[in-house]
């Protein structure tokens, strides 16, 4: 069961795109991603990570 690779896809809460990045998944483990926020403003975001038809929406709150 290779999970391939994984796409991590960030929204504002207006439903715009904000960010759009693969991640390497080794060994069926997602790699450590490290998301740079140095142009996002404070708030509420949606993020959704996909790969290989599993689909996983979470929140995230940025503070400056």
């Not at 140095?38 to 400056?64: P, S, W």
Request: hydrophobic fraction near 40%.
């Amino acid at each position: 069961n290779n999970l391939g690779n994984c796409t991590l896809e960030l929204f504002d809460l207006t439903g715009r795109e904000i960010r759009n990045v693969v991640v390497p998944v080794v060994n069926n483990k997602i790699e450590d991603y490290t998301l740079m926020r140095d142009d996002l403003k404070q708030g509420m975001y949606i993020y959704r990570l996909r790969t290989n038809g599993y689909i996983l929406y979470e929140g995230m709150i940025v503070v400056q």
